[in-house]
């Protein structure tokens, strides 16, 4: 269950939305209209992050027609994104007693509405994205197990109400993409469903209700993003939409986020310069986080460090911090300011927490220079690296191409240069070439538990799937899934079990 959770926190940002308007269904009960006019516009304020203007027309409806059950969703939705923006702690104990009430109120609906089970399941998801963000595993495992019954319940019984696809969907893919050893758990407790299913089921939602088209529409290409691979139609959507909701912080964010995960890091410098970020909406410093990646990624060092402790003095909350003191070491020491990069460094123990693999890594990191295991020759190898992730290929090849594999005493700095210069050559359509650097960093890995090994043979994989021999790419995917301990095995793992999966292995 722990892997399920693990995808679910990279999609913390993205929750079942439009909610509003709903129809009448043929062939069922008549569905009583819940979302007033009022309670629509205020599910699109939550949806700007102007969540004080939500929560006055909340309160102005809630004087009207208090029993409306779609008062207490919309109250866990706006309660739900401040939270996850914010990581204030005390409003996460005081606001987690209300999960309880709200759902004891949704109790009280009829068995024969569709909403019953359907609220009830949206603001139990809510909760496990927040108790994820939290660090609360476990809570947030039993959260999205009765969320997942409850959506299948309503799913049997009113099958036309069509909004129940958009979470079980969602669900599907999720399940769907648990690597195969440990789809026994699943099993287990009862939760079924494959990639294809939600997908499908996100399709049909898109084709047949276009109130809901937008976000079927976002969590498909969120989907593709982190689980899948998105394709060129899908980019164009994405770089849309900000500009068809330019007042809509979360979209901004959204697009941002996902564009620098595919390595477009200017397209999404673009968008986020562009984010509406007025007194009305909620604070969310973790734009100036994304603002300093993005200028790490460039080599523009001192702008990116002025925005990392921009960051550090407006956030309140305990994620990315470490990583981001461990960011204004690189942007010291990969200027040669070797004293102040070490005086940054010794604060990182003393901030946030290790919930996200990037603060894992930073006081992984951490501890190997204290005890003298990182060596200056690595400098390079971190300005290809986030050149390279950033898309800023001819920088990155440029950087890399100053080295060779025997400019490295260390045989894991060999590895991670083959590594490097292999993810370079794959994202400049060099493949065959690239197909080399990726054998040899496997080679040079597979025995030390570094995470180059599986990501090689990842690419590797995806490089085989693109030329269409399957045989190749089920044995690298198989083989990025074998290695037993590394930093980023959830991801790999799951990124290489929904690939086996698309191709039917």
């Known amino acids: 269950m722990k892997l399920l959770c693990c995808r679910f926190s990279a999609i913390l940002w993205l929750f079942i939305t439009n909610f509003s308007a709903f129809q009448t269904l043929a062939n069922e009960p008549e569905v009583p209209q819940i979302f007033t006019q009022k309670l629509q516009l205020a599910y699109f304020e939550i949806q700007k992050l102007r969540l004080e203007k939500a929560r006055l027309l909340l309160g102005q409806e809630k004087n009207q ?37 709200r759902l004891e109120k949704l109790d009280k609906l009829p068995a024969s509405s569709p909403y019953k089970r359907f609220l009830k399941a949206e603001i139990r998801l809510h909760w496990a994205f927040i108790k994820l963000k939290f660090g609360n595993e476990v809570s947030a495992s039993w959260d999205i197990i009765k969320a997942y019954r409850l959506l299948e319940e309503n799913q049997k019984m009113f099958p036309t109400f069509l909004p129940t696809l958009k979470s079980l969907g969602l669900l599907h893919v999720l399940i769907g ?84 995960k595919e390595g477009r890091s200017e397209e999404a410098l673009r968008i986020l310069t562009k984010a509406p970020r007025t007194a009305a909406h909620i604070s969310f410093p973790f734009l100036d986080y994304l603002l300093a990646e993005i200028q790490l990624q460039k080599g523009e060092y001192e702008v990116a460090y002025t925005n990392y402790s ?72 971190f300005e290809a690296r986030y050149a390279s992730d950033g898309g800023f290929l001819e920088q990155a090849s440029e950087v890399i191409s100053k080295v060779s594999e025997v400019s490295f005493a260390e045989e894991s700095n060999r590895a991670e240069f083959n590594y490097r210069k292999g993810r370079i050559l794959q994202k400049m359509k060099e493949e065959e070439q690239a197909l080399v650097f990726f054998e040899r960093a496997l080679q040079l890995a597979q025995k030390s538990g570094l995470y180059y090994a599986p ?46 999966t698309e191709l039917g292995a």
């Not at 109250?75 to 309880?100: H, P, V, W």
């Not at 699943?186 to 079924?192: F, K, V």
């Not at 079927?216 to 849309?240: F, G, M, P």
Request: charged share 25%; hydrophobic share 40%.
């Open 65 to 101: 027609t208090p029993e409306n059950p779609a008062i207490v969703y919309l109250e866990n939705y706006a309660d739900m994104y401040y939270l996850l923006i914010s990581e204030d702690k005390a409003a996460f104990e005081r606001l987690g007693k209300q999960q309880d009430l």
């Open 177 to 260: 993409s648990v690597p195969e050893q440990y789809s026994w758990v699943t099993r287990i407790l009862g939760l079924s469903g494959n990639i294809n299913q939600g997908i499908r089921e996100l399709r049909l939602v898109q084709q047949k209700e276009p109130l809901f088209r937008q976000e079927a529409e976002l969590i498909d290409l969120l989907l593709h993003a982190y689980t899948l691979q998105l394709d060129h139609s899908q980019i164009r959507l994405l770089k849309n939409l900000p500009d068809r909701q330019p007042d809509n912080l979360l979209i901004h964010f959204f697009a941002t986020s996902v564009l620098m």
């Open 310 to 381: 921009k960051f550090q003095k407006s956030f309140k909350g305990f994620n990315f911090l470490k990583d981001s003191y461990f960011k204004q070491f690189l942007c010291r020491w990969l200027t040669g300011q070797d004293a102040q990069a070490k005086a940054r460094l010794a604060l990182l123990p003393k901030v946030g927490e290790t919930i996200v693999e990037s603060d894992q890594y930073a006081a992984k990191f951490a501890s190997m220079y204290t005890s003298g295991k990182v060596k200056a020759e690595q400098k390079i190898l």
């Open 455 to 500: 990501s090689s043979a990842l690419q590797m994989g995806y490089i085989y799937k693109e030329k269409n021999q399957k045989n190749l790419a089920i044995a690298f995917f198989k083989k990025a899934m074998s290695f037993k301990k590394h930093e980023y095995k959830n991801s790999i793992d799951n990124k290489a079990r929904a690939a086996l």
